[in-house]
């Protein structure tokens, strides 16, 4: 079967951009979380104007030619990201960083140093014979895993023609936009051949490599950057034209004179004189085997001990793999709870339930529910416990006032012969008149707003605003009725037709065993001790736009306007303030996948709502691209979610900018 290009054709939607890293030559480097190759590297390479589409041909076919470079000894490219605003590699993680590091924090015995030698030389010899040319050979390009073996990286910029043009455009760029390229571009002349010092139209070939690689051999041995003392980067091109290379006397003397001398022929002033990496191969591993192997494994145990990796980046893992470890923050304890009970969910309730009875109302019929304290183990296991034996995670065994059959009235004891208490949604009974369809639904949440009934029902004043149906708070999580809610006189419901919706309404046993018959309403719960979230949608403030048609014609006249602009931070900044709890709505309107959604949930639980919006709008804006995130789609997503005036302000802020000279 042929091997297709596509598969390493990526999304920046599939990485979780972390941190910023120190590793590599070129771009900005990121340390990610990819959602099925785990922790990847993320080089970006450019983030200028689109290509056309000739380019991203291009670079995707020289991707798939990177990816398919496959030794043990070369950093494996995953795929590539094609995307406006975003050209980057995503490669492997190599979790002790670069090599040059590492030869500064920690004393490399030469048994080990030997083996890093060797190693390089393999990958340089893989890459050889599939006619690579590195150009950019240097520690800071050799990384290190975590069995200290090598691996060669930076490949994808040295050796594919459009991909590099791409890193010297973007180079350019952040010059002109005064921002501050890779610190590390001005060492590579140090380990550039002096046949590329004296002339710019020398190709570069297999020899400069190696001339290249004997400068990293130099630097492996002293731990040391070559030409410290140098005073520009013009004085170092002439003496290496006149033939000086780094100082020998930094070597340590008890180094053998076999890997020095290997050295010094690969350094000639004569790319003609330098040998092959096959020769320098062949030559060095009989050496090393002999003596140089047989210490590798007891200095490795040491070194370990000694070396984890960059202290960067041993933080920066450590926190991303224990994340999902960190408990929960104590005032997110309630997420412990179960799933609400929404009959919006789960659709129609179909139920028969016996026998119901109602306790006398208490002081207050709703009562907003507490925060939960963090519970110890034990504690949470009784409480668990008592939520499926009772419905409720606090019980007083104590309490005088729990239900129990004993306490029952005589007169609902009897109850049991009669008809069930609930009839099922989809065996409706007719009702005797047109007025039981809707005026019962709304009687019990109406008279939580009328004098004359508040004596039936005592309501807190915070619950009586929280309640109310142009509340601010799309979701109220109320405590359920307590069996036994005061009957609602009919000749005091109110037909209020501005009423959207259907409240829960209860009928308490009567002492003929009057049976309850519950139609035509939704969000009913029976029992007490338990919770339930109450939707009210349509009477949401933000369910219109306006409440006057010249406002929502005004609002819709500018985003006729100005739908296809491109948004700007302003109004971004405007989203964050605004938007909310309704943020998961939003993402998916914005064409956010379920993962994402869930991805930002878990990774800024512990950061707060405002960087979960934050986080929300940045996934959005690498989706899309910079020519993509336009005020339609922003005001799509938004509409219904945030402030209607909020909506009105973004489009007017367009206006008066554009009308501004």
């Not at 900005?28 to 993320?42: D, Q, R, S």
């Not at 949470?380 to 029952?408: C, T």
């Amino acid at each position: 079967m042929s091997t297709s290009v596509s598969p390493s054709l990526m999304k920046s939607a599939d990485l979780i951009k972390k941190e910023p890293l120190d590793y590599g030559g070129f771009g900005e480097v990121y340390l990610c979380y990819h959602k099925t190759l785990g922790h990847v590297v993320l080089k970006t390479v450019y983030t200028g104007p689109p290509r056309s589409g000739r380019q991203k041909q291009s670079l995707l076919e020289e991707g798939s030619l990177m990816s398919r470079l496959n030794h043990q000894r070369v950093v494996k490219l995953l795929g590539v990201i094609l995307e406006d605003g975003d050209y980057s590699l995503v490669m492997e993680l190599i979790p002790k960083g670069n090599l040059l590091t590492m030869l500064e924090k920690v004393t490399v015995p030469i048994s080990v140093k030997g083996r890093i030698i060797l190693e390089i030389l393999e990958g340089m010899v893989y890459l050889t014979k599939n006619q690579v040319i590195h150009k950019d050979l240097k520690p800071e390009n050799i990384l290190v895993d975590k069995n200290f073996h090598i691996k060669i990286a930076d490949l994808g910029l040295a050796t594919s023609e459009v991909w590099s043009k791409l890193t010297k455009e973007e180079s350019r760029r952040q010059s002109r936009l005064g921002k501050k390229t890779s610190a590390h571009a001005a060492g590579t002349l140090c380990y550039m051949a002096p046949e590329h010092l004296k002339s710019i139209h020398t190709r570069s070939s297999e020899k400069s490599d190696v001339y290249s690689f004997a400068i990293v051999l130099w630097v492996i041995l002293t731990g040391r950057e070559p030409y410290e003392d140098a005073r520009s980067e013009d004085q170092i091109c002439h003496c290496v034209c006149q033939g000086e290379r780094p100082d020998e006397a930094l070597i340590p003397p008890n180094t053998p004179t076999d890997i020095t001398d290997l050295m010094k022929s690969c350094w000639h002033q004569d790319p003609l004189q330098r040998p092959s990496f096959t020769d320098c191969y062949n030559r060095f591993l009989p050496f090393y085997k002999e003596k140089l192997a047989a210490n590798v494994k007891a200095d490795l145990e040491n070194l370990m001990k000694l070396y984890e990796g960059p202290e960067e980046l041993v933080e920066k893992l450590k926190l991303l793999n224990t994340n999902a470890l960190i408990p929960e923050d104590p005032s997110l304890c309630s997420r412990d709870s179960p799933t609400p009970l929404r009959s919006s969910d789960i659709g129609p309730v179909e139920a028969s339930i016996e026998d119901l009875s109602f306790r006398s109302c208490e002081d207050s019929v709703l009562e907003a529910d507490a925060t939960p304290s963090c519970p110890n183990l034990e504690l949470k296991l009784e409480q668990e416990y008592n939520y499926h034996k009772f419905g409720s995670r606090i019980v007083d065994q104590s309490d005088g006032s729990m239900w129990s059959p004993a306490q029952q009235p005589a007169s609902s004891t009897d109850a049991s012969s009669q008809m069930s208490s609930v009839k099922s949604w989809t065996k409706p009974s007719a009702p005797s008149t047109e007025e039981e369809l809707y005026p019962r639904a709304a009687a019990s949440f109406d008279s939580l707003h009328r004098p004359e009934l508040r004596s039936q029902f005592s309501v807190p004043q915070s619950d009586h605003e929280r309640l109310r149906p142009h509340a601010h708070l799309p979701w109220n999580r109320v405590k359920s009725c307590p069996e036994g809610a005061n009957h609602v006189a009919e000749s005091l419901i109110d037909t209020n037709s501005n009423l959207r919706f259907n409240s829960p309404v209860t009928y308490p046993a009567s002492d003929s065993a009057f049976p309850v018959s519950i139609s035509n309403a939704s969000a009913i719960q029976i029992g007490s001790y338990n919770t339930m979230n109450l939707r009210i949608s349509d009477s949401s403030p933000y369910s219109s736009l306006s409440t006057t048609g010249s406002t929502t014609s005004r609002y819709k006249e500018l985003l006729l306007m100005y739908e296809s602009h491109t948004v700007t931070e302003s109004h971004l900044e405007l989203v964050r303030q605004n938007v909310g709890a309704n943020w998961k709505q939003v993402a998916r309107k914005l064409g956010l996948s379920e993962i994402d959604v869930e991805t930002i949930e878990h990774d800024y639980d512990r950061d707060g709502l405002t960087e979960k919006v934050h986080q929300m709008l940045e996934r959005w804006k690498m989706r899309e691209g910079l020519m993509g995130i336009t005020v339609g789609k922003l005001c799509q997503a938004l509409e219904g979610c945030i402030k209607p005036n909020a909506l009105l302000h973004m489009l007017r802020q367009l206006q008066d900018s554009a009308a501004a000279p």
